[in-house]
């Protein structure tokens, strides 16, 4: 069965390129000038990088970052050295035992059952000790010190 021919007096205009209250048989759903751009000199964008939004929250947050380290900065300042010594052997202690973590998970599927339970404890305790003892010193001796109290 073939689809009747629209009779152009029964279609309805419906949408906002059109009136409703026409008989004139044409349904359009088109947008209309709804859609078009006010200002066509604006040109398009490639990247949401390129947008002056993009632009001023880069840049706000580039501000909050920097202050956010001079805050930091002045407040490690005016610290007691002790005090600046514990944060910085407390920093060498979180970034020794993530790398010492991070490189038994290559080597973790390789090993058996029971060294998994008893050796990579033991790994990690004694890796503690000289993360403590010789890492943290050479950080706060050769890079630091300069800055500390």
């Known amino acids: 069965m073939s689809p009747k021919p629209l ?17 004139n048989g044409i349904i359009d ?4 000038d ?12 490639n990247n949401i990088t390129e947008s002056e939004a993009w632009r001023k929250a880069k840049g706000a947050t580039d501000q909050m970052w920097s202050r956010y380290l001079a805050v930091l900065s002045e407040s490690f300042k005016r610290m007691p050295r002790e005090q600046q010594q514990e944060y910085i052997t407390n920093g060498c202690r979180v970034f020794c035992v993530g790398c010492t973590v991070l490189g038994l998970c290559y080597i973790y599927p390789l090993l058996p059952l029971f060294t998994r339970v008893w050796l990579v404890p033991l790994i990690i305790i004694v890796a503690w000790w000289p993360i ?9 001796d050769r890079w630091l010190n300069k800055f500390l109290n």
């Open 29 to 32: 759903a088109s947008p209309g």
């Open 132 to 140: 403590t003892n010789v890492f943290a010193t050479v950080v706060t």
């Open 34 to 45: 709804a859609q078009k751009p006010k200002d066509s000199s604006k040109k398009k964008l």
């Open 7 to 23: 009779n152009d007096k029964t279609k309805r205009r419906f949408g906002p390129g059109g009136n409703q209250n026409d008989d």
